[in-house]
């Protein structure tokens, strides 16, 4: 079973854009834990956003999911009942939450049915008390541990991807086994969350099962986070040697990859997208060309290579896609899939 907590101790920054980075432990559990934390320049949006947090109704969908939501005064979605526990299950908010929030959702936490824990709070905090203009919520995740569910397919047409996430998923700790399908899916335009949820709901139905699909951006601050999502095109286009001229008119050489993952565990469940990013700069090509545009991007944290002159190890321990990885293992390890959970 997964409970949350949502505690208003931490200011809200002013930075437009929020996603989930992993922070340590809470409440004694040792468990991972999830904080809101600014991210920037994500294209195609100009409004604040949240990462990891369920919606309702997103057009063309009836199912909640997981992705980013703007934040506002009104918009604290998760405190917006009085009922002091989960309507269906009964469970009591965690003891010692200092907020006295109650919990967090829903069927993407471990819970088979998608109403379970649904807009639940406890404590006597009205609703607009997780403001923007205040303070912004810390979610943790206080889960027993279940295996996660069995097999998840990771749907991709890339074989590079494809073998670091194999490489990630099974030196981790604790190691997940995965299965794989070599499909070309469709990919809409818009933000790599939004591709990557689609992504997922098309693997889930040629797959039938729990899948795993990603998308990869590189995105130029100088640009406004252009290529992003559609860096595979502008690559074919110009070729590696050629992605920096991009940047000829622009100082500014600064860039982000970004890994983003989506998870949906069958036909008609909600799609939970999980984001890992890494910091660098476009630099001119150095390196074994082998996988995409590795020569010309140099990780902040790479000791001045880039991807491409580092081997795999290294890559892997600070790149978007490890990063991304290391929160995917989290949500599935503690029931986040829904697999191996007796919490009915
Ligand atoms: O089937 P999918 O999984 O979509 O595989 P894809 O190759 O189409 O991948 P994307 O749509 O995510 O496009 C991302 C582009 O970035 C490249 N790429 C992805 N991850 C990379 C990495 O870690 N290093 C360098 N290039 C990468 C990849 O080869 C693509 O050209
Ligand atoms: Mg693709």
């Known amino acids: ?34 904080r809101d934390t600014p991210v920037q320049g994500h294209p195609g949006s100009g409004t604040p956003r949240f990462r990891d947090t369920p919606v309702q109704g997103h057009p063309g969908s009836g199912t909640p999911r997981f992705r980013d939501t703007p934040l506002s005064p009104n918009n604290a979605v998760h405190h917006s009942t009085t009922a002091p526990s989960c309507s269906l299950c009964g469970s009591m908010p ?71 996430v194999q490489a990630i998923l099974s030196t981790g700790d604790p190691p997940l086994v995965i299965t794989s399908k070599a499909l070309d899916l469709p990919e809409l335009q818009g933000t790599p969350a939004a591709i990557a949820e689609a992504k997922a709901r098309a693997a889930v139905e040629a797959v039938g099962g729990p899948v795993l699909v990603e998308d990869t951006s590189l995105a130029f601050s100088a640009l406004g986070g252009l290529p992003g999502p559609y860096i ?15 940047l000829a008119a622009h100082e500014d050489k600064s860039a982000h990859a970004v890994c983003t993952f989506a998870y949906c565990g069958g036909v008609g469940q909600p799609v939970t997208v999980l984001e890992g990013r890494t910091p660098g700069v476009i630099v001119e090509p150095r390196g074994e060309t082998r996988f995409g545009w590795d020569p010309v991007f140099q990780p902040d944290e790479g000791g001045g290579r880039t991807y491409a002159e580092m081997p795999a190890a290294a890559k892997n321990a600070i790149s978007h896609r490890g990063r991304a990885l290391a929160k995917v293992r989290a949500f599935l390890h503690t029931g986040g899939g829904g697999g191996g959970s007796d919490d009915s």
């Open 232 to 246: 595979k095109w502008f690559l074919e286009a110009l070729g590696v040697d050629r992605l920096g001229t991009l």
């Open 94 to 164: 965690i003891g010692g939450c200092p907020s006295r929030a109650a919990f967090l959702p829903t069927a993407t936490l471990g819970h088979r049915s998608p109403r379970h824990h649904t807009l639940v709070r406890g404590g006597s905090r009205p609703s607009p008390t997780f403001s923007a203009r205040t303070r912004f919520p810390t979610r943790a995740v206080v889960a027993m541990a279940s295996p996660p569910p069995s097999p998840i397919t990771f749907v991709t047409g890339n074989a590079n991807k494809l073998s670091e």
């Open 1 to 34: 079973m997964i409970r949350e907590c949502w505690s208003p101790s931490l200011r809200r920054p002013t930075a437009p854009h929020f996603r989930v980075t992993p922070v340590q432990g809470h409440l004694g559990s040792g468990t991972p834990r999830f």
